[in-house]
Nanobody, 125 residues
Framework: QVQLVESGGGLVQAGGSLRLSCAAS????????MGWFRQAPGKEREFVAA????????YYADSVKGRFTISRDNAKNTVYLQMNSLKPEDTAVYYC??????????????????WGQGTQVTVSS
């Protein structure tokens, strides 16, 4: 069992930055692909970014490419999402997710095993 706890959300003006963190319990964190997803009111959950477990490859949604950066620190069992140049359309609840040994389908939420409770990000115009 893995527990994920997100933090770092908040209210920021357009053009600003936030860094989200997701702390994971357990001793096998390095074996999990980690992803960030978001869900805005009235919309479906969408993929934001992911980082692989084996070679730290990173993947991004087109809407955030060049503005967001995902990284992980296996010593701290933590994955981060640095969000720069934020836009009002980035407003959503952001969730981190963990997929054990996940190699393919990192952009699809259905392949992840564990989810955090979410953290709210609000970007004002």
């Amino acid at each position: 069992q893995v527990q994920l706890v997100e933090s770092g959300g908040g209210l920021v003006q357009a053009g600003g930055s936030l860094r989200l963190s997701c702390a994971a319990s357990g001793r096998t964190f390095s074996s999990y692909a980690m992803g960030w997803f978001r869900q805005a009111p009235g919309k479906e959950r969408e993929f934001v970014a992911a980082i692989s477990w084996n070679d730290d490859s990173t993947y991004y949604a087109d809407s955030v490419k060049g503005r967001f950066t995902i990284s992980r620190d296996n010593a701290k069992n933590t994955v981060y999402l640095q969000m720069n140049s934020l836009k009002p359309e980035d407003t959503a609840v952001y969730y981190c997710a963990a997929g054990y040994g996940l190699l393919e389908g990192v952009e699809q939420g259905k392949y992840y095993d564990y989810w955090g409770q979410g953290t709210q990000v609000t970007v004002s115009s």
